[in-house]
């Protein structure tokens, strides 16, 4: 037995399995065998029962040092150390043909004998001997993507080629920026339909940028199910590459001013437009179904007009070569009504014919496509061109269901979901519930997906934040069947990951935030200081006393009173977080009233603090504390400072209840006033105008 568990965990360690790790309250988790084998199952080892393992650890030994390069490398600012070459001994007297083509075109071919690279390794695997020998590259590279081809004895192989900055993109000239936050579904206008929309988000950034302001930050806007399968929650789209025409301004469709069958639908259809207007929670549903309704009027009508006026649609179905299979996807998903999990095995595997979906149907999803595309970018040149840039969110996850996971199947691990181990807050852990990526899979694809993912989102965002930043170093598996507290780590490729990033970044010019809020290993922050990450930085964590209070707040952070998943200020300072969590049976009645008590400290500490800085005086109300807070912040060193347009009217219910699902409003909650009112409270305008000057640098703001 005692071998058997040896070769398990060296099996799980060649596979990046984590089997041990310390949890937030400085336990030791020893990872359970079944665990481990369901894990390993997932990542594509012949396990089925125990007795597979000798023969599993053996074929994962040969299979490794028969990879004679890695799939891909990193050049950090153009220098790559060495690439390693594994052969078996016998070929290690080659000739090793070289040729490195430069993603600008330019290639570069050479030759040497392996005998003359140096010799880094020799090892002996089941009955074959192995030389690992290392290969320099004769040139410092530019950046970009780069294949390195080599031959040996008629045999080729591939190896990416990743030249990255050391450091992601930094905004020049003026460094202290502020925005303001709300999700897009929340923000909502006297001409939207009941939910924000990108006209909203443009009126939203021009009257940031009119106060002074650098950054309108939101949620995701990524394509979700709003019909069958009915999935709001913008961290479990269907896919990042494309867009939610939920957003879609339709009277801003240049189309639809020529359209009178569409003009005449949206006439009839102002009744129940308006009705969309009075709950105080979005109407996914019936917003989607009327809005669609008028689209495939407006698609009907564009498509049966004379080929010159498509010219710009066609030309960008041509150019995005996964749009046209997007479509199919999704017009296959509404005649088959079922997960395409349930598909015949034909159209699981994405081999699909024109009587598998609706022509129209594709059509409607190429059009919305088109017309998403188009407003986000003249939302993004408008902001940039004001000074007051996108701050997007990049969700971790995926639906499992959706698109991507369907189109890169190869790429995802099924039957295992992505979650985190229990902590102080979700004492029985949390399940994700959406698949992860395969941290060997996505770079033998040479990153496509992921690289197609974020060159998406950054088209169009001044700053982007990585959800769970953790997530680029290792992930929290949980296998199908089993709970949170039974979850495992597993590691991904970093470095590869963080290439990306910066490369990506830099051709953008585009900040990258990383949320590393909660319990984050000391080595992650490192990670992302080294890279230029901005860190969060957010009040309701931090520690408003003691010595750690008498140092300053971090330059290179994101700071903020709270976030979305996060009660409101007001919800916060009145302990309505506790309450809830109380009710949801994750505090009992004790450890509730211990942590009240701790919360009646926080408070106090903050009111002293802030008075003994000079921002707070006298007997002071909610109000008061809350504007104190973000002027100091406003004061302080951080890169950015992002204000919930929310707290500023003191709301008290929040947008998101980690840990709950559709028995709360996650994800629905309209905010109370509407963009006309609330950018014309002088309580809103007062305090954004004195972070705008802090910000800028006149300290007389103080005591305002």
């Given at each position: 037995?005692?071998?058997?568990f040896?070769q398990?965990?060296l ?9 041990v ?6 336990k ?5 065998p079944d665990?481990i084998l369901k ?8 396990l ?25 490398a990193v050049a ?7 690439i390693?070459?594994?052969?078996p ?5 080659s ?11 330019e290639?570069?071919e050479?030759?040497?004998?392996l ?13 074959t001997?192995f030389?690992?020998?290392s ?39 003026r ?7 709300i999700?897009?579904y ?11 929309d ?15 302001g650098d ?5 995701p ?6 019909d ?10 269907v896919s ?5 025409e939920?957003?879609?301004n339709i ?38 179904t009327?809005?669609r309704?008028i689209l495939?009027?407006l698609v009907?009508?564009f ?6 006026s498509?010219r ?8 995005n ?10 017009a ?8 395409w999990c349930?598909w015949p095995?034909?159209?699981?595997e994405?081999?699909?014919e024109?009587?598998d979906y609706?022509?129209e149907?594709?059509?409607?999803h ?12 003249e939302?993004a040149?408008?902001?940039r061109?004001s000074?007051?840039?996108l ?5 971790l ?9 369907w189109?890169?199947q190869e790429?995802f ?8 181990p229990?902590d102080?807050?979700?004492?029985k852990?949390?399940?994700w519930?959406?698949?992860p ?12 997906y992921?690289r ?8 169009f ?12 170093h ?8 089993m709970?949170p507290?039974?979850?495992i780590?597993?590691s991904?490729p970093?470095?590869?990951l ?7 970044s830099?051709?953008?010019k ?6 590393d809020?909660?319990t984050?290993?000391a080595y992650v922050?490192?990670?992302m200081k080294?890279?230029?990450?901005l860190?969060m ?5 931090e ?14 952070v ?10 409101t200020?007001?919800a916060?300072?009145?302990g309505m ?6 009710e ?5 009645s ?17 009111v002293?603090f802030?008075?003994?800085?000079g921002?707070l005086?006298g007997e002071a ?7 104190a807070?973000?002027?100091?912040l ?30 709360r409003?996650?994800w629905?909650?309209?905010?109370r006033y ?6 014309r ?6 305090i954004?105008?004195?972070?705008d000057s802090?910000?800028?640098?006149n300290?007389k703001?103080?005591?305002?």
């Open positions: 037995m005692k071998a058997y040896r398990l965990h099996l799980a360690q060649q596979s990046g399995i984590q089997t790790y310390q949890d937030v309250f400085g030791r988790r020893q990872a359970a665990s894990v390993l199952k997932g990542l594509g080892a012949p089925e029962t125990e007795a597979d393992v000798p023969k599993a650890l053996e074929e994962s030994q040969l299979r490794s040092w028969h990879r004679v390069v890695r799939p891909a950090w600012e153009g220098r790559l150390a060495q390693e070459i594994r052969l001994a016998s070929k290690s007297s000739l090793l043909h070289c040729r490195l083509r430069l993603e600008q075109g290639t570069k050479w030759r040497v004998s005998l003359e690279l140096p010799k880094v390794q020799k090892t002996r695997v089941g009955r001997d030389v690992v020998r290969l320099k590259l004769p040139t410092r590279l530019p950046f970009g993507y780069h294949k390195l081809m080599l031959r040996i004895r008629k045999q080729d192989f591939e190896t990416l080629i990743i030249s990255a900055p050391q450091k992601a993109y930094s905004i020049e000239g460094k202290k920026q502020w925005g303001v936050f999700p897009l929340a923000l909502h206008s006297k001409d939207s339909w009941g939910n924000g990108f006209s909203d988000l443009r009126r939203l950034s021009e009257w940031v940028s009119s106060l002074g950054v309108a930050a939101t949620l806007l990524y394509a979700a199910y709003l069958n399968p009915f999935e709001y929650s913008p961290y479990l789209p990042k590459l494309f867009w939610n939920f957003y879609l009277g801003q469709i240049p189309e639809f001013k020529t359209c009178q069958k569409a003009q005449r639908l949206l006439s009839v259809s102002q009744k129940s437009i308006e009705a969309l207007k009075s709950p105080s929670l979005v109407e996914y549903r019936k917003g989607m009327l809005k309704n495939e009027r009907r009508d498509l049966s007009q004379n080929i010159a498509q710009g649609f066609w030309q960008f179905v041509e150019s070569h996964e749009v046209e299979s997007y479509a199919r996807f999704r296959a998903l509404e005649k088959q009504g079922k997960p349930e095995e034909r159209l699981r994405g081999r699909s024109s009587g609706n022509q149907n594709q059509s409607y190429l059009y919305v496509q088109w017309q998403a595309q188009r407003q986000l970018k939302l040149e408008a902001g061109k000074g007051t840039g701050y997007l969110d990049f969700p996850g995926v639906h499992p269901y959706g698109y991507d996971v189109r890169y790429q691990v099924q039957k295992v979901s992505v979650g985190a229990p102080v807050f979700f004492t852990g949390q399940n519930q959406f698949p990526l395969h941290p060997e899979k996505i770079g033998s694809d040479q990153y496509r992921f197609a993912c974020l060159q998406n989102a950054l088209q965002a001044s700053y982007l934040r990585i959800d769970h930043v953790m997530g680029l290792r992930q929290f598996w949980i296998p199908q069947g709970s507290e039974e979850g780590y597993v991904y970093a470095e590869e963080y290439a990306i990033l910066c490369l990506e830099l051709r953008h585009t900040m990258i935030v990383g949320e809020l909660g984050v290993p922050r490192s990670a080294r890279h230029n990450f860190r930085s957010v009040a309701e964590f520690n408003w006393t003691g010595a750690e209070r008498n140092k300053a707040l971090p330059k290179n994101a700071a903020s009173l709270n976030t979305h998943d996060m009660p200020f007001a916060f300072w009145n977080d506790i309450k809830e969590r109380k949801m049976g994750l505090l009992s004790q450890a509730g009233n211990d942590e009240w008590r701790q919360r009646l400290t926080f408070k106090q500490n903050l002293k802030l008075k003994k800085k921002w005086k109300s909610i109000r008061d504390i809350l504007r807070v973000l002027k100091f406003a004061a302080g060193p951080a890169r950015l400072v992002l204000i919930n347009l929310e707290d500023l009217w003191l709301e008290t219910r929040p947008q998101n209840t980690p840990g709950t699902g559709k028995e409003p996650n629905k909650r309209k905010a509407n963009l006309e009112i609330f950018t409270r002088p309580g809103v305008m007062g954004l105008k004195t972070v802090l910000r800028k640098g300290g703001a103080k005591n305002k």
